[in-house]
């Protein structure tokens, strides 16, 4: 299992973070999936055999969002 934090910019309220939350939980690979609203952050638990790192950003930008460089 892997973990990484992403840096999302433009989540700015709770249905944000559900949203983000629901567009990486239907990601096959993606095992948990925590966002905090204040730090403008989501950590993701995955499993790096069945999803790369840039899948888990793409889900994020198709649901509307920025990833931070
Ligand atoms: Mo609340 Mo977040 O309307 O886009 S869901 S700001």
């Known amino acids: 299992m892997a973990?990484?934090?992403?840096?999302v910019s433009g989540m700015t309220c709770?249905?944000?973070?559900?949203?983000?939350?629901?567009?990486?939980?239907?990601?096959?690979g993606v095992l948990r999936v925590k966002a905090n609203l204040?730090?403008?952050?989501?950590?993701?638990?995955?499993?790096?055999?069945?999803?790369?790192?840039?899948?888990l950003e793409q889900a994020i930008e198709k649901a509307g969002f920025d990833v931070a460089a």
């Open 38 to 55: 204040d730090a403008g952050t989501v950590s993701i638990d995955f499993d790096a055999g069945a999803i790369a790192p840039a899948a």
């Open 14 to 28: 709770g249905g944000c973070v559900k949203s983000i939350e629901n567009a990486l939980n239907e990601q096959a």
């Open 3 to 7: 973990t990484t934090t992403i840096k």
